[in-house]
């Protein structure tokens, strides 16, 4: 299991005031007078460089495994199943989707959507 750092909750300007402002899409604040953009303290924190995750866990799957999406059962043999765990396409059928969960639990690869 990968432990991510805490990220403050990165809120839109003025969402605590006006109810259509959304709270979650972040949009950066342009305006001549913002106190946000001018990073004042009680104004909220705006996403920088400096919150990014650390190389070694990034683009990783919470269980440690890089994702890797398949399709057919060719995919499979390319896999390293120490690094990676596959997760299959959702217009694979049940028939192929069978074939593919077979062959990955004898190749003893872990599948992320079983």
């Known amino acids: 299991m990968i432990k991510k750092r ?8 003025n969402a605590h005031r006006k109810k259509k402002v959304k709270k979650k899409g972040w949009r950066k ?3 001549v007078y913002s106190h946000q953009r001018e990073k004042e303290k009680h104004y909220g924190k705006m996403p ?11 683009n990783k799957h919470p269980s440690g495994y890089y ?6 059962l060719k995919d499979i043999e390319k896999i390293n199943p120490k690094e990676q ?18 062959k990955a639990e004898e190749l003893g690869i872990k599948i992320l959507n079983k």
């Open 6 to 13: 805490k990220k403050p909750n990165f809120q839109r300007q």
């Open 48 to 58: 920088t460089v400096g919150y990014g995750q650390p190389k070694n866990i990034k």
């Open 67 to 72: 994702e890797v999406l398949v399709s057919c």
């Open 29 to 31: 604040p342009r305006g």
């Open 85 to 102: 765990a596959i997760r299959i396409r959702s217009s694979v059928g049940k028939k192929k989707r069978a074939e593919i969960i077979k």
